[in-house]
């Protein structure tokens, strides 16, 4: 068996007699990547060195991010990730913020109903985009009780 940084352990015995393609994970640094590798060790996993990071022979492959999972040799049914492909889609700032303001317009248009809301603007906090001129403008002429919380659009 291989630890986290690719060496050799011969002093963990496999836990299970399934076919051992079926058992490896790669597991990759950042975000404490010690507690999906006790629970997959645990499990019977056996760890890829550091080095396989690009290699598609694993089961599981636990990431800090998407963008270190090749997607273009995921194989659904072989390969399981941490992550979802393409989740930019639905989890970017901007991306959500452009939803919600979709949502809305077609709400006031009447082009969808909701028993419940009449805008999102009642379940969201006040938002402002400040690389567009007219909510920069906005923000600027709101009313300031101290405390903003300021969200840059490329980071966690």
């Given at each position: 068996?291989?630890?986290?940084?690719?060496?050799?352990?011969?002093?963990e015995?496999?836990?299970?007699?399934?076919?051992?393609?079926?058992?490896?994970?790669?597991?990759?640094?950042?975000?404490?990547?010690?507690?999906?590798?006790?629970?997959?060790?645990?499990k019977?996993?056996?760890?890829?060195?550091?080095?396989?990071?690009?290699?598609?022979?694993?089961?599981?492959?636990?990431?800090?991010?998407?963008h270190?999972?090749?997607?273009?040799?995921?194989v659904?049914?072989?390969?399981?990730?941490?992550?979802?492909?393409?989740?930019?889609?639905?989890?970017?700032?901007?991306?959500?913020?452009?939803?919600?303001?979709?949502?809305?317009?077609?709400?006031?248009?009447?082009?969808?109903?909701?028993?419940?809301?009449?805008?999102?603007?009642?379940?969201?906090?006040?938002?402002?985009?400040?690389?567009?001129?007219?909510?920069?403008?906005?923000?600027?002429?709101?009313?300031?009780?101290?405390?903003?919380?300021?969200?840059?659009?490329?980071?966690?």
């Open positions: 068996m291989f630890d986290a940084d690719g060496e050799v352990d011969d002093t015995e496999k836990k299970t007699t399934a076919p051992e393609s079926k058992l490896l994970c790669f597991i990759g640094s950042g975000n404490n990547p010690t507690l999906p590798k006790e629970v997959l060790i645990e019977g996993f056996q760890v890829m060195p550091r080095g396989m990071q690009f290699s598609d022979t694993y089961r599981f492959k636990w990431t800090q991010t998407p270190e999972i090749n997607y273009m040799k995921f659904e049914g072989k390969h399981l990730v941490n992550h979802f492909s393409n989740t930019k889609i639905f989890t970017s700032k901007i991306s959500t913020l452009d939803t919600l303001e979709s949502l809305n317009r077609a709400l006031a248009n009447g082009d969808i109903a909701s028993p419940h809301y009449k805008s999102t603007k009642e379940f969201t906090p006040e938002t402002y985009r400040l690389d567009v001129v007219a909510d920069l403008v906005s923000f600027l002429k709101s009313p300031s009780e101290g405390l903003w919380l300021v969200k840059h659009s490329n980071s966690n």
